[in-house]
């Protein structure tokens, strides 16, 4: 199973190539690749990430092609005639961006954190947590079983916000990864120097996932003690002017948020060149200070995707995990319904997976890797979605 389709490159100028796939064409930037008009490529979040022999990508076309045409058939015929605000935020999600939907793996390779965030079971005073850290030979062991043997051709590597993983070690795993398992490396490592994150995009690192957390100042402070909203808004900044495609957003149901607070976080997101919002809702960990304090439904998520869709037509929303922990049997399902198109599928191994324990009892914790694709993959076909991402980060 292919988690993107290639596209035939048919123009190339200086280091940004026309793509096709099936007729349409897309823009992408090959920071990587001698590439030659009639080879084929993958591309994430308008990166050129690995390259793909003529042949196999014929062959990859040829079982596509017809599928890729039912599926947007009923993914058209599933946002026709809206009657609500999540089934309009769904129709502007179909007729903006069709039918493709980013499916990204993650990999959390450090259970460390120097940080205290109220909300987070991975701050620093829980001291009842097993804490983990895999070496480099881990990490590039993993990743390469997500790209080459599970297909993933975007991969976010997550920690605590962890000093142990220096420059040296972390321009060392971004290094071997993409030269062993190329893909779309996308950095979620928390505040971390702006000189450092310059050297691991020069090593082939290319999106950065970093939340704000919350637009508010004054519950920002109260919730992640000693630090400061316009320092992160201001790394967030930086690593856009860097080159990072920004994934980035908010909590949504921190105690202490106000409705009037919701619609700032999504105005903020939308504000910061952000090419895929990440936000989801807040879900209490029993050994954090936030215990007793409830979550928000899971229809004020739903609301919140389907108002960001509608006042940001062409982002790409992701469905997260948390939305899918709050209703396991049908979370992820109604996100993509209320105008959510891309998601995560967790590739760590399974022996840490328990510990990244940022909340309780995470969906797909338990979840066979194999299993967990099939089954999203599965719901994706049934919806209408084809699990790809052709290239949107760059329109002209
Ligand atoms: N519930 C939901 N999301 C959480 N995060 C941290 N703690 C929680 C929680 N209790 C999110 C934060 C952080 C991301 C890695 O996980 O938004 O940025
Ligand atoms: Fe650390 Fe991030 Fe959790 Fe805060 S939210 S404690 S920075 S892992």
């Not at 999106?207 to 919730?223: D, H, I, Q, V, W």
Request: aromatic content about 8%; charged content about 30%.
């Amino acid at each position: 199973m292919c988690y993107a389709i290639p596209g035939k490159v048919v123009e190339i100028k200086d280091n940004i190539v026309t793509v096709d796939y099936f007729g349409e064409k897309r823009k992408a930037k090959n920071d990587f690749y001698k590439l030659s008009a009639g080879d084929y490529i993958y591309a994430q979040g308008g990166f050129v990430v690995q390259r793909v022999s003529r042949q196999e990508a014929k062959e990859i076309l040829k079982t596509w092609e017809e599928l890729f045409f039912k599926l947007q058939q009923t993914d058209l015929r599933l946002a026709q005639k809206p009657k609500d605000l999540r089934q309009i935020a769904n129709s502007v999600r179909q007729k903006e961006l069709g039918n493709s939907c980013c499916v990204h793996g993650i990999l959390e390779f450090s259970n460390y954190c120097r940080n205290d965030c109220l909300y987070c079971g991975l701050r620093n005073s829980n001291s009842s947590l097993t804490r983990y850290r895999m070496d480099i030979d881990e990490i590039v062991a993993a990743a390469d079983i997500a790209v080459r043997k599970l297909k993933f051709k975007a991969l976010v590597l997550q920690s605590g916000e962890d000093p142990w993983y220096d420059g040296k070690k972390l321009i060392e795993i971004i290094k071997r990864i993409r030269k062993k398992s190329p893909a779309l490396l996308i950095l979620s490592i928390g505040e971390r120097e702006a000189g450092l994150y310059e050297k691991l995009y020069k090593a082939g690192a290319r999106g950065a996932l970093l939340r704000f957390e919350t637009s508010n100042p004054a519950l920002y402070k109260k919730m992640r003690p000693g630090h400061n909203p316009k320092e992160r808004l201001d790394l967030i900044n930086r690593l856009h002017d860097i080159g990072y495609l920004i994934m980035t957003g908010f909590l949504i149901g921190l105690p202490g948020q106000t409705q009037e607070d919701l619609l700032k976080d999504i105005q903020l997101t939308g504000s910061l060149g952000t090419d895929m919002f990440s936000f989801g809702p807040f879900i209490p960990h029993p050994q954090t200070p936030l215990a007793d304090s409830p979550s928000p439904s899971i229809e004020e998520t739903l609301d919140a995707i389907a108002r960001t869709r509608i006042m940001s037509p062409e982002s790409r929303i992701l469905v997260t995990t948390s939305l899918e922990t709050l209703d396991k049997e049908d979370g992820l399902r109604q996100g993509l319904l209320s105008g959510g198109n891309s998601l995560m599928i967790n590739v760590t191994p399974k022996k840490y997976r328990r510990l990244y324990d940022i909340y309780p009892d995470r969906a797909g914790t338990d979840a066979d890797i194999k299993e967990r694709i099939d089954s999203v993959v599965k719901l994706l076909y049934s919806i209408g979605r084809a699990p790809t991402d052709i290239g949107l980060g760059i329109q002209s």
